[in-house]
């Protein structure tokens, strides 16, 4: 099982990033998706989910309207859109697979700073 994250990097505040996660080693199609960041010196936190089909996804009331989980199933892809970035949004993000009890898989995650 393999679940590689990539697109992180150095963004000014207001900026744009979009984070893809391309998996193997398991059937991507029937597990439930998650987006979980670490900003330095703090815990994990959720950031995003989406169901196997893609038709329903949550976030944190603190992502709401500036981010956008969603998958190709054809591509073993997950990806997550961030907008209007914040200092805030510094982390590293990790991709999760599992169900609705746990994240049974993990990236080693892509690192995102938000920064003038």
């Known amino acids: 099982v393999q679940l590689v994250e990539s697109g992180g990097g150095l963004v000014q505040p207001g900026g744009s990033l979009r984070l893809s996660c391309t998996a193997s080693?398991?059937?991507?199609?029937?597990?439930?998706m998650y987006w979980v960041r670490q900003a330095p010196g703090k815990g994990l936190e959720w950031v995003s989910t989406?169901?196997?089909?893609?038709?329903?996804?949550y976030y944190t009331d603190s992502v709401k309207g500036r981010f956008t989980i969603s998958r190709d199933n054809a591509k073993n892809t997950l990806y997550l859109e961030m907008n209007s970035l914040k200092p805030d949004d510094t982390a590293l993000y990790y991709c999760?697979?599992?169900?609705?009890?746990?994240?049974?898989?993990w990236g080693k995650g892509t690192l995102v700073t938000v920064s003038s």
């Open positions: 989406c169901t196997p089909t893609g038709g329903t996804t």
């Open positions: 999760t697979a599992g169900d609705y009890s746990r994240m049974d898989y």
């Open positions: 080693g398991f059937t991507f199609s029937t597990y439930l």
